[in-house]
């Protein structure tokens, strides 16, 4: 049985990252009425080491602070100090990280310590690391602050780690915002939008160039401490994309899914409803993502992305995948392609 949590388990740790985010919002003058509003708990309690709270409530306060303060800038503010982070040992491995390979392997292994509202996913193919972001627990709304947030935190990290700004290009899947000067600034200029997916791309000679703060010893004693630590579950729309992601060619369906993760197929309608989201439309999000890597990295044709995804024959797979992204394959294929 894959095990999981939700939306509602306690979860995060209240005295980390949601409380670098009441700190910061409280800099800038906003009320704690409003930054808690909507949280049902005290403000104590995110100054308690030992309190965790729901990603829900991390999600409200997020959306009081980003409301209350009313600025483009502040989910690239709130990125700047998210990582190396203060998450005991594995912050203490990701601060001595030899080189970017080391610290993209490290975030997206316990990335739900390190960044519990997006799962960071690496893949590096033909001469190009990808680093894309996928929802955790559903919030559609917040999505592009969450997005800018993490990827200022990964592009300050490797800053300062490495003690130089890397060349990272950035793809958005949302349409060009009317901040995009704050993307400039704290991401650089390498900007395309309506992509279909959050991700950020590095050309991989970067991966293993040594960091001057790197340390070999450090960052093994780190890890050793932080394998003695209880692993944090992955939430129910991570372990789901995990599971669709190693079927991707055999799409399992619900029913055996349901069967797979323990419940009955209404307990898992129910459950993935919580997080805003449906099986169809997890199954749909990693055919998708699939496909988008199969077309940049591989120069797939759409004969050879229908085959691999299991469909009939192209033209099916040309429907499906209009109906996921709004755009033809060739359309979309020769824009990641440019």
């Not at 309506?194 to 000679?205: F, K, R, S, V």
């Not at 160039?209 to 003695?228: D, E, M, T």
């Not at 055996?256 to 199954?283: C, I, M, N, V, W």
């Not at 995804?309 to 709004?326: E, M, P, Q, V, Y």
Request: with cysteine.
């Amino acid at each position: 049985m894959i095990a999981f949590h939700t939306i509602g388990d306690a979860c995060i740790a209240a005295g980390q990252q949601p409380a670098l985010a009441l700190d910061y919002a409280r800099s800038r003058e906003a009320a704690d009425s409003a930054l808690l509003r909507g949280l049902w708990l005290d403000a104590s309690v995110l100054s308690d080491p030992a309190s965790m709270i729901t990603p829900g409530q991390y999600h409200q306060l997020l959306a009081n602070t980003l409301r209350a303060l009313n600025s483009s800038d502040t989910s690239f503010m709130l990125g700047q100090h998210l990582l190396p982070g203060h998450n005991g040992a594995i912050s203490h491995a990701l601060l001595h990280a030899q080189n970017l390979r080391q610290a993209l392997e490290l975030l997206t292994a316990w990335h739900a310590r390190l960044t519990p509202l997006l799962c960071p996913r690496l893949r590096e193919e033909n001469g190009i690391a990808v680093l894309y972001w996928v929802d955790s627990y559903g919030a559609p709304s917040l999505l592009p602050a969450l997005v800018e947030m993490h990827m200022t935190a990964v592009v300050a990290m490797c800053r300062w780690l490495g003690g130089e700004r890397l060349p990272w290009r950035f793809c958005f899947n949302r349409a060009s915002p009317s901040h995009v000067e704050q993307h400039e600034v704290h991401l650089g200029s390498e900007l395309r939008f309506n992509c279909h997916l959050d991700a950020m791309l590095i050309d991989a000679a970067w991966l293993d160039r040594p960091w001057p703060r790197g340390n070999a010893v450090a960052a093994s004693v780190a890890l050793r401490n932080a394998a003695g630590e209880t692993a944090a579950l992955p939430s129910l729309p991570d372990a789901m994309y995990n599971y669709l992601l190693e079927r991707v060619r055999r799409a399992p369906s619900q029913e055996q899914a349901a069967a797979d993760f323990g419940a009955s197929p209404a307990t898992l309608k129910r459950y993935l409803s919580r997080h805003g989201t449906h099986f169809q439309a997890e199954l749909d999000q990693v055919r998708t993502h699939v496909a988008l890597h199969l077309f940049h990295s591989r120069r797939a044709d759409n004969e050879a992305v229908a085959q691999y995804l299991g469909f009939h024959d192209a033209t099916n797979f040309r429907r499906s995948f209009k109906r996921w992204t709004g755009k033809t394959p060739a359309l979309l294929r020769d824009a990641l392609l440019a």
